[in-house]
Each structure stands twice: as structure tokens, then as C-alpha cells.
């Protein structure tokens, strides 16, 4: 089958139904986890970057406690900056800057003074709007580089704030509110001169209203309704109530937002102003869905859990052109207890490749709770991208596959002449998972194939691996001497019943 990749609005062309329980497109998590403590999918790698405490690797800044929400910003030179915010009591927020090819490069406080600042969100005129979630909260704009102190944005008014989403081209701003009697807001600018809107201007303040039991089953329509009093959240019985509206993040006009009590994904459309359910509590693996992302290629989302098993869940269409969404976790701390951490601040890098996110009270070498936090990088072969692929951590089994060895190729779905030999071409230099055919062995009995390739450089003197598609996607810039072989991680679905779309992944190295 080709892979989806999906642009700002492909949520709207799927069915009007909330997402099933799937594989996804990168197939279950392997069964033993990596060195950092996480399982992951076949193909991708872990580092750590921050760990609460401790000085960020080549910087001075130690890495702020609670690591929460995150975003990500792009620089002129290919290089890009993480921001995340600080919930406890003293708060604030800081950032961490990567090369292009990954390396740090720099770590600083961008943001203090402030309480409990827990989501935000990413502005269109590039800056980190932080999210002070306390009663009598206020939302701060703040520079990435810490070039200037954090600006307070009055205009948008003290409440118990949690994330907050930009859409520059209908001039609006939302919120959410983290309280069991949420409301959704959108905040209108009076003037928006260029890129950035004069709050000094003042604007209008609105929350939300639908009718959410219709939302359940399609798209239903939207009003609004003005709010007057900005020093205290809106509970008119004119609004929709929300139970804990946590993290939100837009991509086009939609803004996909989560409610923690009841465990939901709403996606609302800025151009159709219609609100529309992604995902149901009960229904799949996603439980207490608290901050939210979308891969910027493949517009996939990716929402993290604030208990629970402690995932980061997958949620985006099938790749078979069937319009169904599909919920599966992408990763798992290997040992969640309970209420001990909860897992925050997912971003992509700007081309996809990379994501970062926090296990907010982890710790190093046990990524459940019990610690200050803990910041990871994932790379990989996120789905849209040339991402590299990892070879398996210890513990996963290893087929070695001679390199002319005959293999069955199925493309698209169509079973080509069996015994047909893997192309030299394919197999020596890759390309875009958009347009491999899927490879499976003469000897599996398999009707497809979910295959991730790319030539793995592993250091013969670290326990962290390095993994590169290129040079310059690199995550660490190890000296020491690398062994380099083929991965190809392959999921395999049984032929007998061609409609099952579960399956085990197994490992092959080509030489």
C-alpha cells in the first residue's frame, strides 16, 4: 500500500466517525525497551537531552524541574530551538537549541517569575506562548533565544490557562482551561498589523458553544459567546462545558484540543466553524489525553497521556485511501506508576524527523515517576519523511539476510511474480518510504509489509546508538570507531486473512 501523507485539513476528508483501534503505520511497540527506558516502534531511537537538575550537555543552563508543554521553531541557518515550560511553583520556562544535524548547541531560561506554567503554544510570528495554569493565570509571550524577558498578554485574560493555538489567517487565538468546568476561547484581536496582533489594542473574548452530542457523530456547528469579565474563567450555561480542556495545537485552520476528563479529541474547524470528535474515551488505547501534536508532514496526530500506562498515542488515517482514523500508542515509559509522571510537551522538528517530548516527574534510567523530569528526542522514520531507521536495541531478535538471497515483493498490495529478487537499487540506497515496495521474505507467508530501511552507523564504543539517514541527522557527534550494516525492520501480516491489519515485527540485517 502507499503511504498517506495527509496536508492541514485531512481530518475533514475522513469519515465522520471517531478514530477505531489499529497498528497505525508504524506497526506495535517492540517487547523489550531501549536503553532509555522507553518502547518504541521497530526502526526508531531514543537519546535524552535534559534531565531536570542537571546541566543540558555544552551549555550552562541546568534543565528546569516539571518539564510540560512544548513547541518548536525553526532558525534561518537549518538549526531549530525546543522550548519547554516549567509547572511548579516558581515555573518559567526555558529552551534548547539544535544544529542542524542535531547537536546541542545551546540551553537558557527564557521565561521567569511566573506560577505553574504548564501548556502554551507556538505563535505564527514566532515566539513561545506560555500558560500559567493557576487560578488568576495569565498567558506570557516569550522569545525562544531569550532575547528579551517573557511579555504578559493581559488582553487574553487570568484564568486557570493550559494551552493556547494561533491561526493568523482567521486573526484568532484559542485557549484552553484546565478545570473540570472548562470552557473553549477565542480570543479577536482589535488590530493585527503585520504579523503580529497589538494586544495592547485590547480585542474580544469568546467561549465556545455546540452541541457536543452531536459533535460525536460529524462535524456540528459552532457560535460564540462574548466574555466581559477577563479576571476569572466563563461559566455561563450559553457555552459548551468542557471536562478539563488541556492541550491544543493547530495545523491550517483546525485546532485539535484535548479533554482530560472524559478522555476526548475534539477537532474544531476555524474554517467551517464546526467543533467534531477525533476520539472517544473508551474506544482505544488513548486515556487521560492531555497535551497534543501533529507531525507537520504527514499531519498525524500525536497525543500524550497524563496517566494511565503513561503512552504517547498515534491517532491519523490508514494508509489504504479508507478514510478510517486509527488510534495506537507510538511509545511507552517503560515503568509508569501510576500517577507518578505523566508524559508532556510532544513536538516535531521542522522537517519531522525528530520528536521531543518529557516524562514530566521521571527519571534517568527509570522513566516512570519519582524524579524531576526527564527530556527525550525520538528519531526516526516518521511517516512523510526520509527519517533514518535504527537498528533494535539488545534483546530483539536479528535475522541475517544474505544480500542476494531471493525475496517476495509486493507493491501496493499486489503480490509481483513470487521469488522476484530485491531490486540492487532499492537495496543499496533506499528512498521515500512513499515509494518502496514492500519487502517480504520468500520464505513468510505474508500478503504485506511494512518495511523502514536505511544504513545504520552504531558506535563500537557507546551504549547509545547513532543512527543516520545522512550526515547531518546524526543525534550525537561520537569520535569513537562505528560498525555499519543494513536494518530493514519488517512488520508482517498473516496472508490468511488479508484484512487483519495486526503483526509482528521482525528484524533483518542485509550484508
Known sequence: MGVGVFGPDFMKQALAAPAVPG???????????????????????????????????????????????????????????????????????????????????????????????????????????????????????CEPLGARPGIRLDALGQRVHE?????????WIYTTEDDGDSRFYRFTPNEWSGVRPNFEAGGVLEALSADLDAAVNGPAPVTWVPVTDLTEGYRGADSSSFDRGEGCWIHGQTVYFCTTGDARVWAFDGVTQTLELVYLGGTGALQDPDNITVHPVSGDLFAAEDAGNLELVFIGERDDESGIREVTPFLRLATPLGGGSEIAGPAFSPDGTRLYFSSQRGRVGNAGGGGDGVTYEIIGPFRGTDGPTAPPPPGVPVVVVPFESTWRILDDGSNQTPGSRLPTSTTRRGSSRRSWPAWCSATATATSCSPRCRTARTPTTSTSPRTSGRASRSPTRTSSATSSSRWCAMTVRPSTSTASRSGATTWATVR
Open 23 to 141: 497498528p497505525g503505520p508504524y506497526g506495535p511497540l517492540l517487547p523489550v525497551p531501549d536503553a532509555n527506558g522507553l518502547y518504541l516502534p521497530a526502526g526508531f531511537a531514543s537519546r535524552i537531552v535534559g534531565v531536570a537538575g542537571q546541566v543540558v550537555q555544552g551549555t550552562s543552563y541546568p534543565w528546569h524541574p516539571a518539564p510540560d508543554g512544548g513547541a518548536v521553531f525553526a532558525h534561518a541557518d537549518g538549526s531549530w530551538t525546543y522550548c519547554s515550560n516549567s509547572e511548579v511553583g516558581d515555573g518559567g520556562a526555558g529552551s534548547i537549541t539544535f544544529a542542524a544535524d542535531g547537536a546541542i548547541i545551546g540551553a537558557r531560561r527564557i521565561l521567569s517569575d511566573t506560577s505553574g506554567n504548564c501548556a502554551g503554544g507556538r505563535s505564527t510570528w514566532g515566539t513561545w506562548l506560555s500558560c500559567e495554569e493557576r487560578d488568576g493565570g495569565y498567558v506570557w509571550d
Open 163 to 171: 494551552a493556547a493555538a494561533v491561526d493568523s489567517v482567521g486573526k
